[in-house]
């Protein structure tokens, strides 16, 4: 399968004036023409800063990539230029923002805004052709082209996710960052939109990086899935190797016991004690180790590798099959 | 069935919008009564300032004729005459010439800086921003008059040298609100969603971030336009805007100024002009502004 976004041990800090936020810390992650892969993890684990960075669109002045190395097929994207970027936005790589509600402009209707990727993409295209686009794709996203005249407050929330994905998939990019596309809709309309989205991947044969807290949602939607934990990976693998739980990342288990199970008898979910290590300073060894429940001394004083524990499976911890057989 | 025909009423809207959000505006301008009103009322001043040299003999403007001094207003002078004779009717429509589009021009300078300077501070930020808005607060920190008075003295009497003086004197303010205004889209997702499809800045600032902040620039804009006519007048009232004997309202009133206890018309009938102009001017700032939002119900 030919590799379509490779990112290699990045590290990217927030600097703020009072102190440094390191939101990435050696985070490398691969993803393959086609493929859909989930990313999950607690809020301020880094995703949307993953996403943020392969655009190269960290907020200026603040964001800041120490080291690593993002590459778009042959595109060295931490070296590219700021033509070439813009070039690659909305083209090659696009992205779904959060909250439908405000990743439309107010004043713009909803068909000047779709097609407004394609007069910055495609400027030879003649308007009627640019129409004729701009009505397919919002009947592929199930909305009337007739409604295309309208304004962004016209829509509700479902709708608007809708148009945002449009403009998303207009000029057919070849990779899609969803930053958790459903948040902000309510839960039946979160699976007709995840379902479109999936329809959709297929059709132009792109990939996806959907980035979402739900663990039902990868387990539903997605090819494979990374886990991640204070700005790294903690572990990733196809969908079955990493539900069918024969062997996981300590952190991921403990993500599986926060589901709700209909089968067990328990009276209560079991979450993760404590929280997230404060990224402003980070702890020597494991990332996790303060709530690992595997916890042991070496953990605090090394940070373990990602150790293949079967083919295309990846954990990073010291008590993993493969890493302890190491030491 | 249903769905047919609600499918092809809004194709009919469709087709509707199509001929433009123009037309939009124009219908949301409409129902505003005192935006109407105001919008009325200065077209007449203007159009009966402007088509003056057709229909009133600029002469009667200077011609002084002091047997005729201080009459009261009556059928041969409309508004009565001054202290020289001078018919003030015909003063007044030539002085609106000067007084409603000298403030249009000022504010058009001071709109295109503002914008350009308030817009490139609250879009960039750091050191632009600071560099921008410090000169600013420095032609701030001068009352707008006074500061209009030292550039005058220091340029000399004129009309284009007043103009100068008036725009730097309304630049501050303009930018300031562009870039309070930008400042607050800047952080606005569709921004970001913007950039991530490929915008330039330029694009985003002109295709993205303009029209959402045109709203407060009209008001600004308006009122600055109200307060241009206004300083104009009192540069004129002053004596350092436009020489005498040329017409301007706010000079007809400053030449009147010893007069004005016995004959008040001489100050009533010029400060009414002033007032009516500036507050047509607000009314149609206010309706312009609720109009170019397509999200006030129609």
Partial sequence: MEKLLEIKDLYVNYNTDESVVHALNG??????????????????????????????????????????EIKYRDLDILKASNDQMRELRGAEVSMIFQDPMTSLNPIMTVGDQI???????????????????????????????????????????????????????????????????????????????????KELKVKFDSAMVLVTHDLGIVAKFCDSVAVTYAGAIEESGTIEQVFTRKENHPYTTGLFHCIPDLTSKAPRLTPIPGYMPDPRSLPKGCKFADR???????????????????????????????????? | MNAETNAASLRKEGKKRKKGQIHMIVLRFRKNKLAMIGLFVLVILMVTCLSAP???????????????????????????????????????????????????????????????????????????????????????????????????????QGLVKMLIALSVAQIPRQARTVRAAVMTLRGQEFVEAARSCGSSNTRILLRHMLPNVLGPIIIGVMQGLGGTILSIASLGFLGIGIAPPTPEWGTIISENQNSLMYYPYLGIIPGLFI????????????????????????
């Fill in chain 2, 54 to 156: 057709l229909w009133l003999n600029y002469r009667l403007v200077t011609r002084q004729k002091i047997v005729d001094a201080y009459q009261a207003p009556s059928s041969a002078h409309l508004f009565g005459t001054d202290q020289f004779g001078r018919d003030l009717f015909a003063r007044i429509i030539y002085g609106g010439q000067i007084s409603l589009f000298a403030g249009l021009i000022t504010v058009f300078i001071a709109f295109l800086l503002g914008v350009a300077l308030g817009g490139a501070a609250g879009y960039f930020g750091g050191t632009v921003d600071n560099v921008i808005m410090r000169f600013c607060d420095i032609l701030m920190s001068v009352p707008g008059v006074l500061l209009s008075m030292c550039i005058v003295a220091a340029l000399g």
């Fill in chain 1, 115 to 197: 097609k407004e990727v394609l007069d910055l993409h495609y400027p030879k295209m003649d308007e009627r052709e640019k129409g004729k686009r701009v009505d397919d794709i919002l009947s592929l996203v199930g909305i009337m082209p007739e409604r295309k005249d309208q304004y962004p407050h016209q829509f509700s929330g479902g709708m608007k996710q809708r148009v945002v994905i449009a403009m998303a998939l207009v000029s057919e990019p070849k990779l899609m960052l969803a930053d958790e596309p459903t948040t902000a809709l309510d839960v039946t309309i979160q699976a007709q939109i995840l379902a479109l989205m």
């Fill in chain 1, 27 to 68: 985070f490398s992650l691969d993803i393959y023409k086609g493929e859909t892969l989930g990313l999950v993890g607690e809020t301020g684990a880094g995703k949307t800063t993953m996403c943020l960075s392969v655009l190269r669109l960290l907020p200026e002045q603040v964001g800041e990539i120490v080291s690593g």
């Fill in chain 1, 292 to 327: 690992c429940t595997k916890c042991k001394d070496k953990c605090r004083e090394m940070e373990p590798h990602m150790h293949e524990v079967e083919p295309g499976h990846f954990i990073k911890c010291w008590f993993s099959s493969e890493g302890s057989e190491e030491k």
């Fill in chain 2, 275 to 298: 007032v009516v102009a500036v507050l047509s001017l607000n009314f149609i700032g206010d309706g312009l502004r609720d109009a170019l939002d397509p999200k006030q119900k129609n």
